[in-house]
């Protein structure tokens, strides 16, 4: 299989695997930022055990490369919170239909931050993944918990679109497990604090669902992402990511019985047509 062929397989899987993890904050019963630091720090076992022990690497990094990778922890340690919260005060789907709007942000990010022509063509993308997601949002029934999921949806999508284009910097110089360890682990210890003011007690099933979503819906998805991001653009794999919510409202049909109507279908066929012509656009 050619680099690029293997770079979207791994995009891909990420996304379904990211589009599941949603499905998390309706089966953890805890907050949002208590799932986020209980994923994080099973991530980062999981990302130390793999670099150490089996790819024998060293994690030793520039002081410069830790700063950055700093900053795009707190992003990152944003991002998860409002997404979790999102799906919490609402529901699966319209945490994820919010956070697929992203692709707009990149659009405009990318360009600014590497200096890069606008290409028309990934906004009009953009804008028809915005349509297809706004098909499939509720708009005959939007109550108080509809419009603040909406709204912290919106607001993880920013911080992913901020994320993904940083990313694409730093995994140039830096190994994606490397990238994926190091913004777990400042993630986590950000928000550590918010234990101490607010202890919990979790069951052994729920540390259970806990340590799956660490280590296999984190860091292995957003080592596969990353990994992507070697050869694909930050504005291709945001098209890409937009059909998280079509692969999250199907399993929580599935799983968790949340509804599926016609408008979602028509919504996620948009999507889904505006991601295949983003692919053979860019292949």
Known sequence: MSSIKQSYAALHSAVLLFALSGLFAKWLNISAITIVIGRSFFAVLALLLFIVLVNKQSLAITGKALIALLLTGVVLAFHWSSFFYAIQISSVAIGLITFATFPVFVSFLEPLFFKERFKWQSLIQALLTVMGVCLILPLENIDHSVETGVFWGICSALSFAL?????????????????????????????????????????????????????????????????????????????????????????????????????????????????????????
């Open 163 to 283: 994320l993904t284009t940083l990313n694409r910097k730093f995994v140039k110089e830096i190994s994606a497990k490397k990238v994926a360890f190091y913004q777990n682990a400042f993630a986590c210890l950000l928000l550590l604090p918010y234990l101490l003011i607010n202890p919990i007690s979790i069951s052994s099933t729920q540390l259970g669902i806990l340590v799956l979503l660490g280590v296999v819906f984190t860091a292995f998805a957003h080592s596969l992402f990353n990994h992507a991001l070697k050869e694909i653009k930050a504005q291709t794999a945001s098209i890409a990511v937009s059909l998280e919510p079509i692969y999250g409202i199907i399993a929580a049909y599935f799983l968790l019985g949340e509804a599926i109507n016609i408008m979602m279908l028509v919504g996620g066929s948009l999507v889904i047509l505006t991601n295949v012509w983003a692919l053979k656009a860019n292949v």
